[in-house]
């Protein structure tokens, strides 16, 4: 009986979330990564709520809950590593005033899970100056901003790559100033 009310405990905290924001079912699967008939079933309780930590992060992370508020969840256990950039991303969203339901739903349909995944730390931050100009927008970013979110997260890819920052410091600095002088007369 217990696991039945913590069903129903699960399962009513996605609905009332759908509920509340007037988020429609199909966006809310595709933002997690499961079919339709999958969140139905789920908000009617026909199926056990998931267990699967992956796809209870992506629903918190929609909902802007920690994942320990579903009882179902169990800690990973290899710990997510993040980034200060992903910090720093998180906070631009929070600056903005904008829920994490808010900033998804500026991005074409698409991309919305790639986007949950990186905001819940299982994929870094693209390092493809295009996409990040999408965030910069939707985030109000100045080029500034931007160029400093996009120099951060490439020293961050350089380093887990290998790359010595301090050896390579001159060639370092050569392309962020090229970088920098494209990015101002673009």
Same mark, same amino acid.
């Given at each position: 009986?217990?696991?039945?009310? #913590?069903?129903?405990?699960?399962?009513? @905290?996605?609905?009332?979330?759908?509920?509340? #924001?007037?988020?429609?079912?199909?966006?809310?699967?595709?933002?997690?990564?499961?079919?339709?008939?999958?969140?139905?079933? @789920?908000?009617?309780?026909?199926?056990?709520?998931?267990?699967?930590?992956?796809?209870?992060? +992506?629903?918190?992370?929609?909902?802007?809950?920690?994942?320990?508020?579903?009882?179902?969840?169990?800690i990973p256990q290899d710990p997510q590593t993040f980034s200060e950039n992903l910090i720093m991303l998180k906070d631009l969203i929070k600056s903005n005033?904008? #829920? #994490? @339901?808010?900033f998804l739903k500026m991005f074409e349909r698409k991309k919305r899970l790639e986007l949950v995944d990186i905001l819940r730390g299982a994929k870094p931050?693209?390092?493809? =100056?295009?996409?990040?100009?999408?965030?910069?927008?939707?985030?109000?970013?100045?080029?500034?901003?931007? =160029?400093?979110?996009?120099?951060?997260?490439?020293?961050?890819?350089?380093?887990?790559?290998?790359?010595?920052? %301090?050896?390579? %410091?001159?060639?370092?600095?050569?392309? =962020?100033?090229?970088? +920098?002088?494209?990015?101002?007369?673009?």
């Open positions: 009986m217990k696991n039945n009310d #913590t069903q129903k405990k699960s399962s009513k @905290l996605v609905s009332d979330f759908l509920d509340n #924001t007037q988020l429609h079912k199909k966006d809310f699967a595709q933002m997690i990564g499961v079919t339709l008939s999958y969140v139905y079933n @789920l908000i009617d309780e026909n199926v056990p709520f998931s267990t699967r930590s992956i796809t209870l992060e +992506r629903i918190a992370t929609v909902m802007d809950i920690n994942p320990e508020d579903f009882i179902e969840y169990q005033n904008l #829920t #994490t @339901l808010d931050i693209q390092i493809d =100056f295009e996409e990040l100009k999408k965030i910069a927008a939707a985030l109000n970013m100045s080029k500034d901003e931007l =160029f400093a979110l996009w120099k951060s997260r490439m020293i961050e890819y350089l380093e887990s790559g290998g790359f010595n920052i %301090k050896n390579n %410091k001159i060639l370092l600095d050569n392309m =962020f100033d090229c970088a +920098r002088k494209i990015i101002e007369n673009n």
